[in-house]
């Protein structure tokens, strides 16, 4: 009689301990429909991502002389290519190289409204930097008089209140030269000293190397965020050599690379930032078809991808 009792105990703890462990799991399942799955994490889509590398000066405007006597526009369109081969072979495809020609007014206005009908993402204008006048000192090179200073070198970075998306511009502005840094190279902090006069200009980043260059019309008149890169002091004797170098050329084109990513990277995880400027751009791009090959209207060449319209 003990024993029969003792097994129907049994039976029902048995029983309740079931029920219990099914309500448990019947639990568990609505507890983990209500909890919302975690969201990928955001990506920098670098297939629609827009660079236009605007190439400083022209052929008929090259900019600054060497200290070998070579102009500036050469420097600048070699590196230009470098970092558009470096951007593209990383994936962003929608790249834009930028070459103009013509008197350096006229160029100025034309690559500004082309840059902005393209409706980038970002501009970086490519330069090679000299001194003023002042500081030049004379030496003979291949039996010719030239104009050198080894007294300044290293990379400047220049971005504009004045720009339409200034605080984008000085973000990426620093994102480029700590990645410049990070490949070894060093700014030159001789622009906020005060024996450069009325071309003494704010540091705004005594780490990355970015002054504020209000009246820089690329920078100023551009609506995307916008960047002028001066690469080296092609006046320092040494310099110059240094940065006509492939080797040097693709380490800032690796830079480059790493500071267009972080940044896109940077708007993809906080797209309310420049949410509505981006929309305008993107808004243009839906209006207009992209074509692949090189087409070039008077004074100006884009390569690869560029609006149907660009030569009206």
Sequence with gaps: MMGSRGNVRARGVAAALLAAAVAFVALSARAASTVPLPRP?????RDHFRVVLDVGHSAEAPGAISARGKSEYGFNLRLAKQIDRSLIDAGFDKT???????DARRTLYLRMAHANRLAADLLLSIHHDSVPDRFYKKWEFNGRPHIYNDQFKGYSIFVSDEN???KASLAFGSI??????????????????????????RLLDDRAGVYRYETLFVLK?????????????????????????PARQELIGAAVVAAVDTFCLAQARSPQVTQSARSVRHDRRSRHARKRSVKSPPMLSLNR??????GQ
């Design 41 to 45: 994490a955001p990506k920098c889509d």
């Design 96 to 102: 834009v190289l930028m070459v103009t020609g013509g």
């Design 164 to 166: 339409a998306e200034g």
């Design 176 to 201: 480029l030269g700590n990645q410049l840094r990070a490949q070894g190279l060093a700014y030159t902090p001789h622009y906020a000293a005060a024996f450069m006069g009325h071309n003494r200009h």
């Design 221 to 245: 008149k551009s609506r995307m965020p916008a960047v002028l890169l001066e690469a080296g002091s092609i006046i320092n004797r040494d310099e110059e050599l240094a940065v006509a170098t």
């Design 305 to 310: 991808v560029q609006q149907s319209a660009a």
